[in-house]
């Protein structure tokens, strides 16, 4: 090869990128090293795609879409960089950097820590969250200038980190500001994703010349004890109480759980624990339609000062129960005389059948008070 053919060999003529990364390359520098660009060399710029001419740390020139014949004319801001007056017939030295500007889909984003929220039925917990986003570069200067600088291929996953940090503390301050209850985070991922993505959006456009086209949350992640809570209000719905909307009856969800404190009180095994558990749920049921049909009856409701009780079933507090549904847990054999129980004034938990106001439910009226008022002490 003569001194001609390699002088040739090192000047470029065509300019053009071809990504083969299957679109996780936002940024890529023409990989002209000690090559000069020829004076009419050609550049193409495919769709989804603009060219950004760099001359010694300045940004000169940005080409879109099309295909261009270099000259004076077509780079002016480079021409008037280089004091190329009456235009110039030598090569020149440039960079180009290629910036895809078509939307890149399907990039992930989650917190990398848990976050703190507080929840009005569960105080304060910790959650965490995860999902996608799709985004596309409309500002490739300043894009270039805050985030790339001279990196000659910068790809999704670099960019990828400045965005997590981002979206954490845009889902931290929506946690905040949009004090949504736990129990209903499920129903307002979409909601929650746009406030997200407007936060996100207006910080990304305004500095790095990024356009967030759109934020999904996939899911977000609650403690054992919240999501036990959100199985169980799935169970209430399934008995007619109500769906994962908003908060059911206190008193609706306080009557499922004692029912389903009495379906586990027979979980030992077979067929007598099934039938627990049934009885148990059935019971639930009963008092929730009870409750829902008070409101047409002319009843009027029961004293406020009807006395509560709690009882210890199968390890678990089940109550406050009132003297009727007390009765109904007698005869069905859930509350017996050695069953524990206490109320409001009463010292300390006892057998059912040892207090004088519940000894009648068990074939006996109790031993009348002793003289002063002491309670007769306990056998053993």
């Given at each position: 090869?003569?001194?001609?053919?390699?002088?040739?060999?090192?000047?470029?003529?065509?300019?053009?990128?071809?990504?083969?990364?299957?679109?996780?390359?936002?940024?890529?520098?023409?990989?002209?090293?000690?090559?000069?660009?020829?004076?009419?060399?050609?550049?193409?710029?495919?769709?989804?795609?603009?060219?950004?001419?760099?001359?010694?740390?300045?940004?000169?020139?940005?080409?879109?879409?099309?295909?261009?014949?270099?000259?004076?004319?077509?780079?002016?801001?480079?021409?008037?960089?280089?004091?190329?007056?009456?235009?110039?017939?030598?090569?020149?030295?440039?960079?180009?950097?290629?910036?895809?500007?078509?939307?890149?889909?399907?990039?992930?984003?989650?917190?990398?820590?848990?976050?703190?929220?507080?929840?009005?039925?569960?105080?304060?917990?910790?959650?965490?969250?995860?999902?996608?986003?799709?985004?596309?570069?409309?500002?490739?200067?300043?894009?270039?200038?805050?985030?790339?600088?001279?990196?000659?291929?910068?790809?999704?996953?670099?960019?990828?980190?400045?965005?997590?940090?981002?979206?954490?503390?845009?889902?931290?301050?929506?946690?905040?500001?949009?004090?949504?209850?736990?129990?209903?985070?499920?129903?307002?991922?979409?909601?929650?994703?746009?406030?997200?993505?407007?936060?996100?959006k207006v910080q990304i456009d305004d500095e790095y010349g990024l356009d967030l086209t759109s934020l999904q949350i996939v899911n977000i992640n609650v403690p054992e004890s919240v999501q036990k809570a959100?199985?169980?209000?799935?169970?209430?719905?399934?008995?007619?109480?109500?769906?994962?909307?908003?908060?059911?009856?206190?008193?609706?969800?306080?009557?499922?759980?004692?029912?389903?404190?009495?379906?586990?009180?027979?979980?030992?095994?077979?067929?007598?624990?099934?039938?627990?558990?049934?009885?148990?749920?059935?019971?639930?049921?009963?008092?929730?339609?009870?409750?829902?049909?008070?409101?047409?009856?002319?009843?009027?409701?029961?004293?406020?000062?009807?006395?509560?009780?709690?009882?210890?079933?199968?390890?678990?507090?089940?109550?406050?129960?009132?003297?009727?549904?007390?009765?109904?847990?007698?005869?069905?054999?859930?509350?017996?005389?050695?069953?524990?129980?206490?109320?409001?004034?009463?010292?300390?938990?006892?057998?059912?059948?040892?207090?004088?106001?519940?000894?009648?439910?068990?074939?006996?009226?109790?031993?009348?008070?002793?003289?002063?008022?002491?309670?007769?002490?306990?056998?053993?």
């Open positions: 090869m003569g001194f001609f053919d390699k002088l040739k060999g090192e000047l470029v003529d065509i300019i053009e990128w071809l990504d083969d990364t299957n679109g996780q390359t936002l940024v890529w520098r023409f990989p002209r090293y000690q090559n000069e660009i020829k004076n009419g060399a050609k550049l193409t710029v495919r769709p989804g795609q603009s060219a950004v001419f760099v001359d010694q740390g300045r940004i000169a020139d940005v080409f879109t879409e099309g295909m261009y014949e270099l000259t004076t004319a077509n780079v002016p801001i480079l021409a008037t960089l280089k004091g190329w007056k009456h235009g110039f017939n030598s090569p020149f030295k440039s960079e180009v950097y290629f910036v895809a500007t078509k939307s890149i889909a399907g990039l992930k984003w989650g917190t990398p820590q848990p976050l703190m929220m507080r929840d009005s039925d569960f105080g304060a917990i910790r959650v965490g969250a995860f999902g996608t986003y799709t985004l596309r570069c409309t500002d490739p200067k300043l894009l270039l200038k805050e985030l790339v600088g001279t990196d000659g291929h910068y790809d999704t996953e670099e960019l990828g980190q400045v965005m997590r940090s981002l979206i954490q503390q845009a889902v931290a301050d929506v946690l905040g500001e949009a004090k949504i209850a736990a129990l209903d985070l499920m129903s307002s991922y979409s909601r929650m994703g746009e406030l997200i993505k407007e936060k996100v959100i199985d169980q209000r799935s169970a209430m719905g399934a008995l007619g109480s109500g769906t994962l909307g908003p908060a059911p009856n206190l008193g609706a969800f306080q009557q499922f759980q004692m029912g389903n404190a009495v379906g586990n009180a027979g979980a030992g095994g077979g067929v007598g624990a099934g039938m627990n558990m049934g009885m148990g749920l059935a019971m639930a049921g009963q008092m929730m339609n009870q409750q829902h049909q008070q409101p047409m009856m002319q009843a009027p409701p029961p004293m406020p000062q009807a006395q509560q009780w709690y009882f210890g079933i199968s390890g678990q507090n089940v109550g406050p129960l009132a003297m009727e549904v007390i009765k109904q847990f007698v005869t069905m054999g859930q509350i017996k005389g050695d069953t524990l129980a206490w109320t409001s004034g009463q010292a300390a938990w006892a057998p059912a059948a040892q207090i004088p106001a519940l000894a009648s439910f068990f074939g006996g009226g109790g031993p009348p008070p002793l003289p002063g008022g002491m309670p007769p002490p306990l056998p053993g």
